[in-house]
């Protein structure tokens, strides 16, 4: 009786596993130890403390270190095959993705998921997690990845157009390549299909390996300031939302300086139609096309998140940069640093602004962006380690993510520097909540001045004409798991974490720390082993050349822990 009994309970639970989800027998197994991902029943999240705003995942503080893929690499399950062992090979702990509308509902209504449970189950496997990008309705400020049922009726899908007259130009595109954001037709589909993709996931990805949705991608119209398709037009007439004037009133002291200087040209008036309220010009035409995208992309998120409350974000193609200096040379209607405050009050299921970045002036886009405590993420930029740390260091980014990244295997430079981060992660999470990390690259003299505010020691740089490499000792070497060649940017930099009143975990690549008013009193090397630091040698004698100063090669970042003293 007690063997059939065993034998019944056995067949029962193999009918069950067998009866499950793919992915949810697969979470099962992973659980375990060796498993690549742990399983949790927290959702992803952004909490905020101190002020300062943190990814959370598994219920812990998550530093993404990560990479985009080029837009059409996980179409294919085929070609991205060998791309995954590439991606662990460059120390990456998240991979950026893509979901097409195309693929996913190539026939109204009818859904094929096979690519997302691709990329979720690679990434799985290999330990990675994931943030996907929905390319729905708008792509670069066209609609290249609505489905051929959408492209096809325009009646029903109208498109946008250019104004008469329009000065504006752009090389990238048109508006007529785009959906107008105020078809409800369009926006009505994609937030179904959005929706029936969280759905999905919600369902199959138990272990939440998704744990970040980006909501569209670069949105806006180009080649006019404003969209002045019918339907658009008759929006342009009617009177100024009351969800946007409360915003605005609400927060007329604090409104961002691009936003406020266009309302006061109407002396702040409090009602009225866009031209009344916010004039008839390239300002006013963004500010009403950045409502438009703004509450689509809010009806599209919402619909995702009543599904699955994951963090989610819109990018944003920069606003004025060199070369594209008016709405409609860049997108009119995205999310530029200028127009945040129309997307916040317009779409509050977006939990930030992430700004793509390809211009020289890294730092100044950054700063633009942490406005108004938006969190600092940017999906897309050209790879910099030094902007990187920076980052992280001083704006307490999310995470970096370089563009093209499966191009970027080759690269130690960028290998050696998300190692460096992954095993900094805790020590950095754990102390920018208190204000104890900072970052000085080379040529930022008033960081330098921080730092030694803070420990008592000067820094100098390998490539700064007031230093000279023969005062400089030989810095110590082979203390990296990798061999890191400069790459492209050759500036120096260090990473600063306060652990204690006088010990400091210090991180960077051609720089010089001297004593100023503290002296070394112990220097000790930190080595990177699977994604943790460990004490490795302790340096003195020959390494440590003399007592006053160290050195960080310019060939590796290297990472050392320091603790101070001041002579009696």
């Known amino acids: ?50 002020g300062i705003a943190q990814l959370i995942v598994d219920g812990q503080p998550y530093l993404m270190v990560a990479g985009e893929l080029h837009n059409s690499s996980a179409s294919s399950s085929e070609y991205m095959r060998p791309i995954w062992d590439k991606l662990v090979g460059l120390h990456l702990n998240t991979v950026i993705g893509t979901v097409s509308w195309e693929l996913v509902e190539p026939e109204e209504g009818k859904f094929d998921f096979t690519t997302v449970d691709d990329e979720i189950r690679e990434a799985r496997k290999h330990g990675l997690r994931l943030v996907l990008i929905w390319f729905g309705a708008w792509k670069n400020a066209s609609s290249s990845y609505a489905p051929m049922w959408v492209k096809l009726d325009s009646a029903r899908f109208p498109r946008a157009a250019r104004q008469s007259g329009s000065r504006a130009t752009s090389s990238f595109g048109s508006a007529e390549n785009a959906l107008s954001p105020f078809s409800d037709a369009a926006v009505g589909e994609d937030a179904k299909a959005f929706r029936a993709l969280m759905q999905h ?52 002291d604090s409104l961002l300086p691009e936003l406020d200087s266009i309302w006061a040209l109407s002396g702040y008036k409090k009602s009225g139609s866009w031209a009344e309220v916010f004039g008839t010009n390239a300002g006013s035409d963004e500010v009403f096309m950045s409502w438009a995208f703004a509450r ?53 299921d977006i939990d930030l602004f992430a700004p793509d970045i390809y211009i020289a002036d890294f730092k100044g886009v950054c700063s633009k962006y942490v406005r108004s405590g938006n ?25 970096i993510s370089p563009f093209g990244v499966e191009d970027l295997a080759s690269n130690a430079q960028l290998a050696g520097a998300n190692e460096a981060l992954r095993g900094l992660a805790p020590l950095i999470l754990k102390n920018r909540l208190d204000g104890k990390v900072m970052t000085v690259m080379e040529d930022d003299p008033a960081a330098a001045e921080t730092f030694e505010k803070i420990t008592g020691l000067e820094i100098r740089f390998r490539g700064s004409s007031n230093e000279t490499m023969k005062d400089l000792p030989p810095a110590p070497t082979n203390d990296s798991a ?21 010990e400091f975990i210090v991180a960077g690549s051609g720089a010089v720390v001297k004593n100023a008013v503290a002296r070394l009193g112990s220097i000790d090397e930190m080595l990177l082993r699977d994604d943790r630091l460990v ?4 340096f003195n004698g020959d390494e440590r050349f003399v007592d006053n100063l160290f050195g960080l090669s310019s060939e590796q970042i290297q990472v050392r822990k320091i603790v101070t003293y001041t002579a009696p």
Do not use: C
């Open 535 to 538: 004490e490795g040698r302790r």
């Open 482 to 502: 990798a061999n890191i060649k400069p790459e492209k940017d050759h500036r120096g930099f260090v990473l600063l974490v306060q652990t204690g009143p006088s």
């Open 1 to 50: 009786m007690r063997s059939t009994t065993l034998k019944t309970l056995a067949l029962m639970l193999v009918v069950f596993v067998l009866g499950m989800p793919k992915s949810d027998a697969e979470a099962q197994a992973n659980s375990r130890p060796g498993g690549a991902v742990s399983r949790s029943s927290q959702l992803p999240r952004i909490e905020r403390k101190n």
């Open 201 to 252: 996931i919600r369902t199959t990805d138990l272990r939440h390996t998704v744990m970040m949705v980006q909501v569209e991608n670069e949105v806006g119209v180009l080649g006019t300031s404003r969209d002045s398709s019918p339907i658009t037009d008759a929006a342009w007439s009617k009177p100024v939302p009351k969800e946007l004037m409360d915003y605005l009133i609400l927060h007329k």
């Open 296 to 348: 689509a992309v809010q009806r599209i998120a919402a619909a995702g998140k009543q599904i699955l409350p994951i963090p989610m974000y819109v990018n944003a193609w920069l606003g004025p940069q060199p070369g594209q200096t008016t709405p409609g040379q860049y997108p009119s209607g995205g999310p530029v640093a200028g127009m945040l405050d129309v997307w916040r009050a317009a779409a509050p």
């Open 375 to 399: 969190p600092l993420f940017f999906p897309e930029s050209r790879p910099s380690v030094p902007n990187y740390f920076w980052a992280v260091g001083q704006e307490n980014a999310l995470g």
